[in-house]
């Protein structure tokens, strides 16, 4: 498993592993504790259409490991929640195939893919997916990174939620953020660590119902420190 390797790889000292091993590598795990509030709020003005209100929280814990900048990516996410009306919101997705370009310290674009399962009790039925995801990151400075993230999703088997994404017609499902990571970030074991908070907006498109809306996270980072290059503490 791509996560599973990051954190070995993470794990080993470097004192025990020579300096020419290490040159050229360069990794990343990023974990963030989100809860994010959506709603149809673009159908409110429409009298006939049922007003959603989704909170929800989620984990997602992601990971990248790369040798001359191109590598893996892994991703694995859960999500719990509510909606009303409507009932308990769920979801799990594992996503293992994943390939990533590190530019430099916490700068990197990847995509990943994989499978899962979500719902919402009394309105969306539990269906089998096969997500992909794209993201992008972008160091900003010691304090500020940008995140964008966008996943297409395909629902096999399960009539009711296909071709339910309004603007993309080519997947079932649809999801897109945009966050400002805000934390300090410092220099230990040759690695840049960080943690710190985040504020974002989201779109999820399901079942021809779009819903938009905030997220706050809480957020951990550790990646590999800028070749020849140290951060003062």
């Given amino acids: 498993m791509v996560l599973a390797l990051v954190g070995l790889l993470v794990s080993v000292s470097p004192r025990s592993v020579h300096a020419d091993d290490w040159r050229d590598f360069s990794w990343e795990v990023d974990l963030d504790m989100s809860t994010h509030y959506v709603s149809n709020v673009d159908r409110w003005k429409d009298t006939g259409t049922t007003k959603l209100h989704q909170g929800v929280g989620r984990l997602d814990l ?7 900048r191109l590598g893996i990516a892994g991703k694995v996410d859960l999500e719990l929640g509510g909606e009303v009306p409507g009932g308990f919101v769920y979801g799990f997705h594992l996503m293992p195939l994943g390939a990533s370009v590190h530019l430099s310290g916490r700068t990197a674009i990847g995509i990943m893919g ?10 969306v039925p539990i269906a089998f997916e096969l997500p992909v995801e794209g993201f992008v990151e972008v160091d900003l400075g010691r304090w500020v990174r940008l ?3 966008a996943r297409a999703t395909w629902t096999p088997g399960r009539d009711a939620r296909q071709d339910g994404a309004i603007d993309v017609g080519w997947t079932d499902e649809a999801e897109a953020g945009l966050s400002l990571v805000v934390g300090l970030r410092h220099h230990e074991y040759d690695a840049l660590w960080s943690d710190g908070t985040y504020v974002g907006v989201m779109i999820r498109e ?3 119902i779009r819903l938009i809306g905030i997220v706050l996270s809480a957020n951990m980072n ?10 003062p503490e």
């Fill in 62 to 68: 992601r990971g990248l490991a790369a040798k001359h």
């Fill in 114 to 123: 994989g499978l899962g399962f979500s719902g919402v009790v009394n309105r």
């Fill in 222 to 231: 550790g990646s590999s420190a800028p070749r020849g290059r140290m951060i």
């Fill in 147 to 149: 995140l964008v993230n």
């Fill in 206 to 208: 399901q079942e021809g």
